[in-house]
């Protein structure tokens, strides 16, 4: 099945301890991005990348990380996560000729 | 600044009623206009538009574009309490690819 799967579903974690969030997908997909969605501010972009070592920064990159080693991988790390990066966070790709994007299930984040 | 702004924020409606919901846009270098339906979990898609004035029908729900005047709306006929859900408009630009996301329309259908 096609898919954006992204891991963990839920984390709760403290204050400035690192986490990194999985995602992969298996559609061989070349651009893949990250969101964070918080109550009435939609989906916000946070870093997306384009292909194979070619990321770049979204709206929201501050506190964040992104790395592409491979295709199909896309995680993201928080260095030293803080309460304001409590959100829900998805992972999503697409073709580079297709329209919109496929989204992941989600990772619901809380920093206490 | 590219901004897309939803209206209204949340709508609450009875099944069987007919609602529009409404999205503009501000984008450089338009490529597309998506909307998708977000329950509990992810954003699932549900049209994509790139011409004006050509209307995209799916079951209940149709949606149809303006590129002059920079809008969308989204019509659902006979409303169901499935379809409760945020509704979210997305444009894509050609400027690196980008999307930009309205806020969502919250609709609640009540039986």
């Known amino acids: 099945e096609a898919q954006v799967t992204q891991n963990p579903r839920y984390l709760i974690t403290v204050t400035g301890k690192k986490l990194t969030v999985t995602c992969s997908q298996n559609?061989?997909?070349?651009?893949m991005s990250w969101y964070r969605q918080d109550p009435g501010l939609g989906l916000r972009q946070i870093y997306y990348?384009?292909?194979?070592?070619?990321?770049d920064k979204g709206d929201v990159p501050e506190g964040y990380k992104v790395s592409r080693k491979e295709k199909r991988n896309f995680p993201l790390i928080l260095e030293s996560p803080s309460p304001n990066q409590t959100s829900l966070y998805f992972c999503?790709?697409?073709?580079?000729?297709?329209?919109?994007?496929?989204f992941g299930s989600g990772t619901r984040l809380t920093v206490v | 600044e590219d901004k897309v702004v939803q209206s209204p924020l949340s709508l609450v409606v009875h099944e069987g009623d007919t609602v529009t919901l409404n999205c503009s846009y501000e984008?450089?270098?338009?490529?597309?206009l998506l909307w998708y339906k977000q329950e509990k979990k992810a954003p699932t898609f549900l049209f994509m538009l790139?011409?004006?004035?050509i209307e995209k029908k799916s079951g209940r729900l149709s949606s149809i574009l303006d590129k002059k005047e920079l809008f969308s709306i989204l019509n659902i006929t006979a409303t169901q309490t499935g379809d409760s859900a945020v509704y979210l408009c997305?444009?894509?630009?050609?400027?690196?690819?980008?999307?930009?996301f309205g806020s969502g329309t919250k609709l609640n259908v009540k039986p």
């Open positions: 999503a790709s697409r073709d580079r000729d297709s329209y919109g994007y496929t």
């Open positions: 559609m061989n997909h070349e651009y």
């Open positions: 990348s384009m292909n194979v070592e070619v990321t």
């Open positions: 984008v450089t270098n338009f490529r597309s």
């Open positions: 790139t011409s004006s004035g």
């Open positions: 997305a444009v894509e630009s050609y400027n690196f690819n980008k999307f930009y």
